[in-house]
């Protein structure tokens, strides 16, 4: 699914530790997303412009070619022409050509959160994000008994503004926009991020995110997910400044200054910033590439794109293709003893290592720390009621990887308290230890000593 607002356990994902990064729907527009959109240059700043002029696209069409007629499903009460009319400026603002029609619908809120959730119901693993929510219990980054998929329905139900359901018609390639008032110019605003989805999958196969994730490789799925969000967001940005007339512009604005979030506002901040994420950090990694090439550098971007938050977060290292180290965790249920079995298995980036540290650190602190990242994997093991963690990262060099363990034994210490021994940590039910070595770092927890001492003896040096 794509989206203002996309992202759920089983959909395009958010980055992160946080819910699974699965995201076969893009849905759109987290409205602080979209205030964000609105703030960093997309809105009003462009609203001193002829009313009656549109500015000229910054990307010349192939002359060819006809828009394919958008459809509209009976009984949405929009007419398809209305979309059509959309759909050609999209296509004149982002400079590519739709190649097939795009089922669209325009539904009340309530209708649009109940077909979101089906789509996001069909494409998740339940199983796995309670899994992947223990995790971060251990972490520290979800309270003890938070209920991860209920937590990401809810904030999901309540934010998204419309969504993109990425493949190929009937059953994908469709997308929804939430208005009450028809195509008024904020439901016009919405479906131009959501039609930019629609024409970057016929050309570019935004599927890409569903084998990313098959494949285990969640990082590269949230990095994939800040470019498809950080283009559409931009797109957006463009469509109201060039294709809006100055009322219809003020009109956005207002309605968005009344959008309220409470439950995403009350969520955990690593549930809270993953969702964000492909919105703000998509959008500036998106206009980095396109200050420097226009339309066709993002183009490109689609078929060799970003492998790792890393390189979102800090374009420079994408276009100098640094590419992560792929990190390993074995399978260490049989050295912890009899009835541990393999949990949750995840991808680590530097955006969650980023996030993991911010939750009892400085930002400034975290994100210096994060800084040097170079790969990383998270794995868990349960037995019963009880769960194991091993977080095992590669840095880019010794002292990259000395100040992360540094700043890792000061959130350790927030969190558990005093070290109990060199690098061993006790409390909130878990026994834990920071081992680092050269550009290696390794953090383990157990629910008891004896357990610790076998993750340990199991995996053996970081």
Not at 56 to 62: H, N, R, V
Not at 128 to 154: C, N
Not at 221 to 240: F, H, I, K, N, W
Not at 412 to 433: K, L
């Amino acid at each position: 699914m794509s989206g203002l607002g996309d992202w759920a356990g089983g959909q395009w994902p958010p980055p992160v530790p946080p819910p699974p990064r699965r995201r076969s729907v893009l849905p759109v527009v987290l409205v602080v997303a979209l205030l964000a959109a609105l703030a960093t240059g997309g809105g009003l700043a462009l609203a001193g412009r002829d009313p009656g002029r549109a500015a000229a696209p910054a990307t010349t069409l192939d002359p060819p070619a006809t828009t394919p007629p958008a459809t509209a499903p009976p009984g949405t009460g929009q007419a398809p022409a209305a979309i059509a009319a959309v759909q050609r400026r999209v296509e004149e603002v982002r400079g590519l050509r739709f190649t097939r029609a795009v089922p669209a619908q325009v539904l009340p809120p309530a209708k649009l959160a109940a077909e979101l959730l089906r789509a996001v119901d069909a494409d998740t693993d339940e199983s796995a994000l309670v899994r992947q929510g223990r995790a971060l219990v251990l972490l520290g980054e979800l309270r003890p008994g938070t209920d991860l998929p209920k937590l990401i329905r809810s904030v999901q139900a309540e934010s998204v503004l419309g969504f993109y359901v990425p493949g190929t018609p009937p059953g994908k390639g469709r997308l929804y926009v939430r208005s009450s008032q028809g195509l008024d110019p904020y439901a016009e605003f919405v479906l131009s991020h959501e039609l930019t989805h629609a024409v970057t999958d016929q050309h570019y196969d935004l599927t890409r995110s569903d084998r990313l994730q098959a494949a285990g490789r969640d990082d590269e799925v949230a990095a994939y997910s800040a470019l498809a969000e950080g283009d559409a967001t931009l797109t957006m940005q463009r469509y109201l400044g060039e294709k809006l007339t100055t009322a219809q512009q003020l009109a956005v604005a207002g309605t968005a200054s009344r959008e309220r979030t409470p439950k995403l506002d009350a969520a955990p901040a690593a549930l809270r910033e993953s969702l964000l994420f492909p919105y703000q950090t998509g959008l500036s990694f998106v206009r980095a590439l396109y200050s420097r090439g226009g339309w066709a550098a993002v183009n490109r971007a689609y078929v060799d794109p970003p492998t790792s938050t890393e390189q979102v977060m800090h374009p420079g290292k994408y276009l100098q293709r640094d590419r992560p180290q792929q990190v390993g965790v074995p399978d260490l249920a049989r050295a912890l003893g009899a009835g541990w079995r393999p949990a949750a298995q995840v991808q680590w980036g530097e955006f969650d290592t980023q996030l993991l540290l911010a939750g009892e650190l400085p930002v400034t602190v975290a994100e210096a720390a994060a800084a040097g990242w170079d790969g990383g994997r998270l794995r868990t093991f349960e037995r019963g009621g009880r769960a194991a963690l091993v977080l095992r990262t590669v840095w880019d060099s010794p002292g990259e990887a000395r100040q992360f363990c540094q700043a890792t034994a000061r959130w350790a210490t927030a969190r558990f308290g005093r070290p109990v021994g060199p690098g061993r940590w006790s409390g909130r039910g878990q026994e834990a230890a920071l081992a680092c070595r050269g550009t290696h770092a390794v953090w383990e927890s157990a629910p008891d000593r004896p357990s610790l001492i076998k993750l340990i003896r199991g995996l053996g040096p970081p």
